[in-house]
C-alpha cells in the first residue's frame, strides 16, 4: 500500500503558474508509474499527464502539452506538475496517482482505470 500526498494548489490569476507536488510513502515508489487527473465540478475525472517509472517517458493531455511539465524524484519519493500559463479551465480539484505495475508499461496509463492508488486531491483555481 501507498499513500499519496498532493500539494501547491491555489488560487493563480490567469497566465500564472503553479506548481503541484505528490508526496508518496513506502519503499516502491520507484517502480510505480504515476499520473496526474484532474477534475471539475460537473464533469468527468480527466487524465493530464504520466510518467514512466523511471521518469524519462511522459505523456500529456493535447490541452496542456506545452504548457505543463511532469517530473519525479525518484530518491524523494515525489511527483511534480509545474504549471504554466494557467487558464481559467485548468481550475479543477488535481489528483495524484500511482501504477503499481508501472514497470510493466511502457508509460502509464491515460485511464484512471489504470490506477491503483489515489491522493485526496489539491484545489487548483484559475481566475480571469
Known amino acids: 500500500q501507498v499513500q499519496l500526498v498532493e500539494s501547491g494548489g491555489g488560487l493563480v490569476q490567469a497566465g500564472g503558474s503553479l506548481r503541484l507536488s505528490c508526496a508518496a510513502s513506502g519503499r516502491t515508489f520507484s517502480s510505480y508509474g504515476m499520473g496526474w487527473f484532474r477534475q471539475a465540478p460537473g464533469k468527468e475525472r480527466e487524465f493530464v499527464a504520466a510518467?514512466?517509472?523511471?521518469?524519462?517517458?511522459?505523456n500529456y493531455e493535447d490541452s496542456v502539452k506545452g504548457r505543463f511539465t511532469i517530473s519525479r524524484d525518484n530518491a524523494k519519493n515525489t511527483m511534480y506538475l509545474q504549471m504554466n500559463s494557467l487558464k481559467p479551465e485548468d481550475t479543477a480539484v488535481y489528483y495524484c496517482a500511482a501504477d503499481r505495475e508501472g514497470r510493466l508499461h511502457f508509460i502509464p496509463p491515460s485511464s484512471f482505470k489504470g490506477y491503483d492508488y489515489w491522493g485526496q486531491g489539491t484545489q487548483v483555481t484559475v481566475s480571469s
Open positions: 510518467i514512466s517509472w523511471s521518469g524519462d517517458r511522459m
